[in-house]
Each structure stands twice: as structure tokens, then as C-alpha cells.
């Protein structure tokens, strides 16, 4: 009986993990809730069921009055909206126009007025035109009847220039218009032609006839325009079946429908420039270019740029590409925010950098309150991150200075195994990661040295520039630990070999890392901290051949820049596959896979495993370290 029942437990055990496993694999079935109103509701209905016999997208139509559509975009109740919204002032919005509504003017079937300008018709709105003898008519007065349609009534304000559209009466809809003009022989309205019927007169304005061989040339008096609107970089931004929707939009077959329901279609110039637009994502690149290590982010750029070249090449031609937009930030801060404005003004989609981390740090809070995403290859101070207004845009790949601490303590700690007392000296260039970095690394050093007895003494090169850097007369030194950059690392080496400081241990932290130090010979032993690569994987084999570098180049930190573009294009390209609705959340789920390491994210944007390795540098090359 107990193996009955076992076996009964086991069986629906694997119906229940098969059950699972195909839920979990299942992709999930798309939907868009598309909001529309009044004149629009037609259109939006015949697109949809179009669009839906090609995809397997389900449609969702909501009546939503354009008075409401920001609303409804705002809180995510709706993923597009078709139509006109009276105010477009909201910089959240994105909008694409689709097609165009001929407004014309309708009179009586008795009326005999055939033609009207469009002065004429504005200055019987304005009630400076009153009787329609003034227009070779009969000697009545005209009745002019305002259409309160949301969108009708914005389109002629726009038109008219005018603050008020003054009316004899007032009706809701088009329909309405139509009912008041078939009563009154001397009515006048304006509606939206696909309305229009043969109980009511179409007349012409500046004798242009209402016909679809004129709308299809865009030969027309008076439109509205319909767009179709979203919500800039929202969480449902990158989802593949609103991209897929719009661009369907702007399809020969969407633009024939357009045409049979007696609406202007966009003209080959408005096409050619909508797909130009779709065929293009913006992504901001800021780097100290023309700093005094200007070479080292020349390299760092073109690593980025190989990225992009390859994720270009590799997508299909309906697909929008990716255009670098760079900009000099020249490791400044003011010059930091210029780039930013930069950005903003460019609509770039997510931005890599900044380096430094006062620049990032500063330039964050315009990304954050933008919504641009920002990645930085570089950017070590927890204060970049761990920010209460983080809302999980901001990543960094480079490892916070807790882990770089953690590291060069660690190689203390272990290069010292033997000795029962240790003097140290740290030196930091000044700066706002340099400071955080050494105060993180002397706490460091102190707690895995609780046996030994430690002396720390900490030198700021702001103090003592590196040119000018001297080293301590009649002072000896177990490690000289330096954070800041090659340059800097490069002039104390020098200095160090001048006074003979054989007995010393030299480490250098991330940023070190350049021919100008690693070629130098030198009397004492250097340790460097870099990228923790596999240093045998393929990835990087190809890596290294692609850039020919040598062992002595590849731990610049350009490694993070590739890392940095290789990440947001693979998330990028996961929700444009609808895998997640947008590249935060893509970034914060995906484990990626660059260079032979992995990489993934915490909830903050931190990378969860360290990006540092201890290398000891040998006749210009580079040995890892087991520490």
C-alpha cells in the first residue's frame, strides 16, 4: 500500500515539475491596450484587426477622451494612444504621426456657395463674416456651428489662430453638426471628411476638391493630425509589440487602410523620415577625451565603437540601429553637465559614463530625473548607486572601492605572511574616489592584520603633485600603496627606482594599469590590481587580437567599456525580443557573459561578483594572482 501510494506521489510529482517546466518555458502571450475616441475608434479598430492577423499580439480597445489620455499614458493603464491630444506640451511623450483627417467645411444641400477661402472661413468664426450674400449667396445670415469635439476644436484653433472658436451653436459630434445643418439652410460646419454623407453639401476651400488622388499628394486645406502617442522611456518602452505596432503603423498596408477610410495618408517625405528616425537609437557616450590621458580613452571609445559596429552588423534591416552620440566631458564636472544637457536634448536612450566619479555622480541626478538609463564603465564611489533616488536606472560595471579594498588588503595580507610588523604608505591623488578608496583600504588592511603590528601614513598628491613627488628621506617602507592614475603611478615608480627603495612593494589600483608603468623595469616588486578576465577564454583571445594588444595593455580599463556596451546592447536586443518589458529590468534579471567572466547586477546596479584580480607585473607582463 505505502509503495502504491509512493508510486502515486511520484507520478504526480513529475506531472506537477513537467506541469512547471512548461509554464516556466511558455513565453508569455503580448497584449496592448490601445486608447482611441470619437472619429478615431474606426480607424483604430480596422488597424488593429490587421495588425492582429500578422502577430500574435492581442488588442485591447479602450474609449478614452483625449482630455484623459495623459492620464491613462502616465499610470500605465494604456501602452499607446491613438488621435490627437489637444495640449502636447509634456515632455514624457513620445508621438509618431500616422495619417491625417481632412476637416472640410459642410453646408446645406440648398445653399448654392460651392467654394470658400480659407480667410473666408476663419473670419466667419471670428464673426467678422456674417451673411453669405458677402460670398455671392443668398442675403441670410450664416449660422456657423461648432463642432465640440475635443480634437476637431483644437485642430481649427491651430489652424485659425484664434484663442476662441466663436459659433452661432454649439453641437457634441460630427453627427450632430450633420443633424443641425440638414434643419437650417443657412448652417455652416466644419467636420472631419470620412463622416461626410450625401445628405449634407462638402464645399471646397480655395477650390480644392475633397478627393483621395488629393489626399494621397497631401493637397489639402485644412487637416487634423493623428499621432500615435506613448510614454518616453517607460518600463513598457522597449517592449517588442508596441515597437512592432508602431512601425506596422508606417506600413504600406496600414497606409492603404489608412486611404480607404477617406483619410490622408502620411506622404513618401514623412515616411522617409519617420523610418529614418526608427532606424536610429540614440546612445550617449561621455569620456574625458581630451584629458591628459586623452590615448587611454581614445582606446576605451573604440571599444565601445566595436560593440556598436557588431550589433549593427548583426541586426536586420527593419531594425533601428544604434548611433553613438560622444561627447568630451574633460573629466570636469561643469563640462560633465554640458554632455549631459547634450544627451537630454538628443534623446539618447541610455547613456555609458561617466569615468569619474564626481562627474557621474553629478550627472546622474539629470539622467535620473530624465529617465535615461546610465551605465558607467568606471565609476567606484558608492555614493553613485546607494541613493535613496536610485530608481534602478543607474549601473555601474566596475566594482564598488569596498571590493577594490577588500583585494589590495587581501594582497597585503598575504605578501606580508612572514613578517611580524608592516609599514605602509598610502598616496592618493586627491580626488573624490582616491580619497574613499584609501580610507576603505586602511580599515581594510587593519582588520586582516589583527597580529601584526601596522603603521599606516597617508599622503595625498594634492600636496605633493607626482612631478614634484619626493620620495621620504630617511624612511623606509614595506608597501607603497597609490591610488590614482597611470601617469601619477608612473612618476613614483621613477622616483622609487631613484632612491633605491628595493626593499619596497609597489600596488597600484585599477587605473594604473598602461604600458607607461607596466614596461618600466623596476628594482622592487609590482603588483597591479585589474579587470578579473579569463585571461585563457576565447572571447578575450579574440578580444586581445581585435585590439592588438600586447600583455602589457590589457588591463586599461577600456576592458570595462567593452563590458559596459556589450551588457546594454545584449539587454537591449533581450526586450526588443520581449523577454522583459525594459534594459532596467533586463540589466537587474540577465546574467551576461563577457570576455570570459560573467557579469550580473544587484538591485542597486552594482555588479554582484568583484571585477578585480591582483596581477604581479614581470618583464612588461602580466602573472594573476591567486588572491
Aim: aromatic share 8%; with cysteine.
Amino acid at each position: 500500500m505505502l509503495n502504491r501510494i509512493s508510486h502515486i506521489s511520484l507520478f504526480l510529482l513529475v506531472i506537477l515539475l513537467s506541469t512547471s517546466c512548461s509554464q516556466i518555458n511558455k513565453a508569455p502571450v503580448d497584449s496592448l491596450n490601445i486608447g482611441s475616441f470619437g472619429n478615431d475608434q474606426k480607424l483604430v479598430e480596422a488597424l488593429s484587426k490587421s495588425f492582429q492577423s500578422q502577430n500574435k499580439t492581442k488588442i485591447n480597445l479602450l474609449v478614452i477622451h483625449p482630455k484623459q489620455a495623459e492620464e491613462f499614458l502616465k499610470k500605465n493603464k494604456i501602452d499607446l494612444y491613438i488621435g490627437t491630444i489637444d495640449k502636447y506640451s509634456s515632455d514624457i511623450f513620445e508621438q509618431q504621426l500616422i495619417a491625417k483627417s481632412v476637416l472640410v467645411p459642410v453646408v446645406n444641400n440648398q445653399n448654392i456657395i460651392e467654394t470658400i477661402s480659407k480667410e473666408n472661413l476663419k473670419q466667419i468664426f471670428q464673426k467678422q463674416l456674417s451673411n453669405w450674400q458677402t460670398l455671392n449667396g443668398s442675403e441670410k445670415k450664416i449660422l456657423s456651428i461648432r463642432n465640440d469635439d475635443f480634437y476637431t476644436k483644437s485642430s481649427l484653433i491651430n489652424e485659425f489662430k484664434v484663442s476662441q472658436i466663436k459659433a452661432y451653436s454649439n453641437a457634441a459630434k460630427d453627427l450632430d453638426v450633420l443633424k443641425s445643418i440638414e434643419k437650417h439652410p443657412n448652417a455652416l460646419g466644419i467636420i472631419d471628411f470620412q463622416n461626410s454623407n450625401n445628405k449634407t453639401k462638402v464645399i471646397k476651400i480655395d477650390n480644392i476638391d475633397f478627393n483621395q488622388e488629393n489626399f494621397n499628394i497631401g493637397y489639402i486645406s485644412l487637416k487634423r493630425n493623428i499621432y500615435v502617442y506613448n510614454v518616453k522611456d517607460s518600463q513598457n518602452h522597449w517592449n517588442q509589440s508596441i515597437k512592432s505596432f508602431k512601425d506596422f503603423l508606417v506600413s504600406k498596408t496600414a497606409q492603404n487602410l489608412i486611404s480607404s477610410l477617406k483619410l490622408a495618408p502620411l506622404s513618401a517625405a514623412e515616411l522617409q523620415l519617420i523610418k529614418k528616425e526608427i532606424k536610429s537609437i540614440k546612445i550617449g557616450v561621455g569620456l574625458p577625451l581630451s584629458s591628459v590621458s586623452n590615448e587611454l580613452y581614445l582606446s576605451h571609445l573604440n571599444s565601445i565603437q566595436s560593440v556598436a559596429n557588431k550589433f549593427n552588423r548583426n541586426r536586420s534591416k527593419n531594425n533601428p540601429k544604434i548611433e553613438l552620440i560622444v561627447c568630451d566631458d574633460k573629466g570636469e564636472v561643469s563640462s560633465g553637465i554640458e554632455c549631459a544637457k547634450l544627451f537630454v536634448k538628443e534623446e539618447v536612450k541610455a547613456v555609458i559614463g561617466h569615468i569619474n566619479s564626481e562627474l557621474s555622480i553629478e550627472n546622474s541626478k539629470i539622467y535620473l530625473k530624465n529617465n535615461i538609463l546610465q551605465i558607467s564603465p568606471c565609476t567606484t564611489h558608492p555614493w553613485f548607486t546607494k541613493r535613496a533616488e536610485n530608481n534602478g536606472t543607474l549601473f555601474r560595471i566596475m566594482s564598488i572601492d569596498k571590493l577594490q579594498a577588500e583585494v589590495i588588503a587581501e594582497a597585503v595580507s598575504k605578501l606580508s605572511h612572514t613578517k611580524n610588523s608592516i609599514k605602509i604608505l598610502l598616496l592618493d591623488n586627491g580626488r573624490l574616489f582616491s580619497s574613499n578608496l584609501v580610507s576603505q583600504i586602511k580599515a581594510n588592511i587593519l582588520e586582516l592584520s589583527q597580529n601584526k603590528k601596522i603603521k599606516i601614513e597617508q599622503q595625498s598628491l594634492e600636496e605633493a603633485k607626482a612631478d614634484d613627488f619626493k620620495f621620504p628621506v630617511n624612511k623606509k617602507y614595506d608597501f607603497l600603496i597609490f591610488v590614482g592614475g597611470y601617469r601619477q603611478a608612473a612618476k613614483i615608480i621613477d622616483e622609487l627606482n631613484r632612491t633605491k627603495q628595493d626593499q619596497i612593494i609597489f600596488i597600484g589600483s585599477d587605473g594604473s594599469n598602461s604600458k607607461l608603468v607596466t614596461k618600466k623595469k623596476s628594482i622592487f616588486d609590482t603588483y597591479l590590481i585589474g579587470a578579473n578576465v579569463d585571461l585563457n577564454s576565447p572571447e578575450f583571445k579574440n578580444y586581445q587580437k581585435k585590439f592588438n594588444q600586447d600583455q602589457s595593455e590589457i588591463f586599461t580599463n577600456e576592458i570595462y567599456g567593452y563590458d559596459a556596451a556589450t551588457v546594454l546592447f545584449k539587454a537591449l536586443e533581450a526586450c526588443e525580443q520581449g523577454l522583459f518589458k525594459s534594459i532596467p529590468e533586463a540589466l537587474h534579471s540577465m546574467e551576461f557573459h563577457s570576455l570570459g567572466r560573467k557579469i550580473r547586477f544587484d538591485k542597486y546596479g552594482d555588479p554582484i561578483d568583484s571585477t578585480y584580480a591582483v596581477y604581479r607585473v614581470q618583464n612588461g607582463k602580466f602573472k594573476k594572482l591567486n588572491i
